[in-house]
């Protein structure tokens, strides 16, 4: 009843914000900026989801950010080498689940604090995306319409990064919700200690929640190449920070254990 008080809230805060944006500023209801906006919320949005099922375990991922800029410059590249979009896609994305596995491992494998394995690939990714692409931005040639579409495209009067956003929070809800891995992930941010005597296997339940966090950064990386149509090794500085905003706005505690996906939802549309 609390979760759904606190839900309701974050609900009519959003509303007021809305209200009073409109109130202030006659553009803001317009429909370009509506769609702009909802479209920032799909980027926000998404790292953030990914980010929820981490503070839920009681950690914390500072290397989304880096995440993202480094699969960007992999993403121009690909692209500008011809490679099939189809491919592309697939490779971005297996690439952040690579540097998300790689964090889950530190932290739940060798132990390493989150902040401290985070923070470490945090600096890591950001170099290496600076030394990939030279630092300099990588622009993408001859970009395909089905590419475009990603970023840019509408569906139904709605942006299509928005309705992958959805589509990705509605699993996101129903793996929390309904799936004894999503109960795990609330053991485990609950009392890790009391989880693993009760037969959970928090090391898999770590590794798992950092390469959902970074599977979803590199996602969102397409996204931002296919709006933008260049590969900026820059990409996501401050996103970390933006998606523990979300999450803790959305009601997620910091201490692991409480909050979900609805509530994150409703923070990056109040964010944003």
């Known amino acids: 009843i ?12 959003l509303i007021a914000l809305v209200a009073i944006a409109s109130f202030i500023s006659d553009a803001f209801l317009n429909p370009f900026n509506l769609i702009n906006v909802m479209r920032q919320v799909a980027l926000y949005g998404i790292v953030s989801v990914g980010l929820t099922f981490v503070i839920l375990t009681a950690g914390i991922d500072l290397s989304v950010g880096s995440i993202v800029g480094v699969v960007a410059v992999a993403t121009a590249t690909m692209l500008n080498a011809g490679i099939a979009v189809p491919v592309v896609i697939l490779a ?12 889950g491992v530190g932290v739940a494998w060798i132990q390493i604090p989150p902040f401290i394995m985070t923070l470490g690939a945090m600096v890591m990714l950001r ?3 600076l030394t990939l692409s030279d630092g300099r931005p990588i ?3 001859n970009v395909t319409s089905e590419f475009a579409m990603i970023g840019r ?25 309904y799936t004894a891995f999503g109960r795990n992930i609330y053991a485990v941010g ?9 037969g959970i296997n928090v090391t898999r339940v770590l590794v798992g929640v950092y390469a959902i966090s970074g599977l979803l950064a590199g996602l969102s990386a397409v996204i931002f190449v296919s709006r933008l149509t260049v590969g900026e090794p820059t990409a996501g500085t401050g996103l970390e920070l933006e ?29 944003a």
Not at 2 to 13: D, E, H
Not at 153 to 175: D, E, K, R, S, T
Not at 251 to 265: C, D, H, I, K, Q
Request: hydrophobic share 60%; charged share 5%.
């Open 92 to 103: 971005a994305v297996a690439l952040g689940l690579c540097f998300g596995l790689i964090n």
């Open 190 to 198: 609950s009392n890790r200690e009391a989880a693993r005597l009760s």
């Open 153 to 177: 495209g509408n569906l139904a009067g709605v942006p299509i990064a928005v309705w992958i956003f959805l589509l990705i929070a509605a699993v996101a809800f129903f793996v929390l919700r």
């Open 2 to 13: 609390s979760q759904r008080l606190a839900i309701s809230g974050l609900f009519l805060a």
């Open 243 to 271: 998606a523990i905003a979300i999450t803790v706005i959305g009601g997620a505690s910091l201490f692991g254990g409480v909050g979900g996906v609805m509530g994150t939802v409703i923070g990056a549309c109040i964010l």
């Open 127 to 129: 170099g290496l995306a």
């Open 139 to 141: 622009d993408v040639q």
